[in-house]
Structures are given as C-alpha cells and as structure tokens.
C-alpha cells in the first residue's frame, strides 16, 4: 500500500481563505473587524520568527493585528498590566503569549491571567476544563488543526480506534479530547507505555506527538490507518553532514508503505497551527459578540 499523503500547506490556505471570506462578511454586514493582539517578552529568534508569521497572516485574512514587543527583563507586574488592558480592549478578541518566556515569569500564570473568552490558544484552565466536559472551548491550534486534517480525511471519525502518543498539555492530552468528542475510542501512550508497538498496531488514527526524531517505525502502523506526524525534529541531514534536515516523529517512508494516508513533516501539521490560530480568533470574535460561529472552523 502507498498511502495518500494529506497536503497541510493546502488545507491550511484553505481555512485561511475560509477565514478571509468570514471575515469580510464580519466587516460587511456587522461592522466588525476581529483583531488578534500577539505578545513576545525578549529577543528569543525562533519567537521572533513565529511573531512575525502570525503578524503577517492575520493581516493577510482581514484581521487586525497588535503586536507588543517587551524586553527581556518586563517584571511579571507590567506583563499583567498589559494582558489585563488587552483583555479590556473591545478591538481584541484574540491574545496570545509567545512561549518560551525569560525564566523569572512564569507561563501558567500568565496564560492564567488572560481572559478565557480571548485565549485562542486554548490552554487557559477553563478552556481545558471546557473541552474535557464537552462545552464550548477554545481548543489548542495544533491539536485543533490535526482534527480538521482527519475529519477531511475520514469524514465521521466516530467509533474509530485512535492512539495518542504522548500526553502533553499542548498536544496530546487536547487531541486525546477532540477525538474522544468526535467519539473515537481513544488510548493515550507516553513514555511508560508497555509494548507500544502492538498499542499502536491497534489504530485506525495514530497521532505521534513525542518529539523524538522518525521513532515510529512502518511495522508499527495497522494496514490503511491514518498517520498524523505533529513532531518537528531537527537531525543531520543523511546525505550531507554539514547539513540539517526536519523530521518527524514517524519514519515516513516506511510508514508511507503501510498507512492509507499520512501527513509529511514538513507541510504537513505544521502549517495547520496559524490557520487554527486565525479561524479560533474569528470565533472568539464571533462568541464575543453574540454572533453564529464559522462552520467547519471549531472543534
Ligand atoms: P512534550 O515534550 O511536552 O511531550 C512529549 C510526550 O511524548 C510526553 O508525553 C512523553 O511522555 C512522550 N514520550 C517521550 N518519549 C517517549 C517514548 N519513547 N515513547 C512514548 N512516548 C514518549 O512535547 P510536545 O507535546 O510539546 O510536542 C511533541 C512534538 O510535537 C515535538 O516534536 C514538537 O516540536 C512538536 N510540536 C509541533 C507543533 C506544530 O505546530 N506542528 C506544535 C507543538 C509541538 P511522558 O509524559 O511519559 O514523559
């Protein structure tokens, strides 16, 4: 079998474009412009990177973006002080903390101060306590973009078989969750998991989420199974060793061979996360001001 390979870099200018089109109508007929406000504490490179996507692609659909720039050494104090004016501005239905932070702030409390409604990234207490008891939450960008990736793939995920591997607070608990929602019977792996390979032997759905480089082999994977590889991994390229390359947590090739799709890495999860940043702030939108949400956008 050569399994399909699912195309995220499509699919993420897909919902992008549906965003934009949402958007458009919001500005047309309601007069409303949904706005995204990214803060990034330091000078860390890869952060910055990450900002200046976001930044982009927000305007790109319509949107309004606030990007906050602080120094290294902002105290917790002015962190707050800003989180808490954001959180106060009616143009700001979306606000996001690029983590990592400097080490004298702490991210479980900063997340803990952003307003629940506003946390598009998802990972505020009440929006996991939401998502676990089946209310409307916030879902987590990644995990959110890899359900959207499945349901398009599969259609109705219910009473399929899916294995997690790896149980963060990120990725694999919130994925664990989307698909226990669209009623998959769910099994969390980690690092003590006895047997993994018969464990995920057993998954119509199999979500690699370890970050450790193509540690999934081909005989791991059920004939015809979908694979979604969120792993990011940075080794020395085979073929040149002055070179890097990225990976995934699955070996492709091998589990190309026996998978009926596959998501590659990179373009594959990757760009899911930003377009799932942007289709959660336009439903933070939406919520905020008492408006349907966007179809096919939401957990
Ligand atoms: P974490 O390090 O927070 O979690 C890794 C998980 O993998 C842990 O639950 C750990 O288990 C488990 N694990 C580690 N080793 C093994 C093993 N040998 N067998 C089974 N399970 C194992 O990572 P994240 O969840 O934050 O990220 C996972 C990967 O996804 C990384 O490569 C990261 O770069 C990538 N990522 C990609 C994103 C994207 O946009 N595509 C976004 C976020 C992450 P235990 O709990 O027992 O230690």
Known sequence: MTATIIDGKAFAADVRAQVATHVGRLKQENGITPGLAVVLVGEDPASQ????SKGKQTVEVGMNSFEHKLPADTSAEDLYALIDQLNN???VHGILCQFPVPDHLSESDIVARIDPAK???GLHILNIGRLASGQDAMAP???LG???LLRDQLGSLSGKSAVVVGRSNLVGKPMAQLLLRDSCTV???HSRTKDLGAVCREADILVAAVGRPQMIPGDWVKPGATV??????RIQHPENPEKTKLVGDVDFAGCAEVAGAITPVPGGVGPMTIACLLANTLTACCRANGLAEPEGLTA
């Open 89 to 91: 501005d009616p143009a």
């Open 49 to 52: 990177v990450y900002v200046r």
């Open 146 to 148: 890899c359900l959207m």
């Open 141 to 143: 960008c990644t995990p």
């Open 187 to 189: 099994t969390i792996a």
């Open 119 to 121: 946390d598009v990234d």
């Open 228 to 233: 979604i590889d969120v792993g990011i991994n």
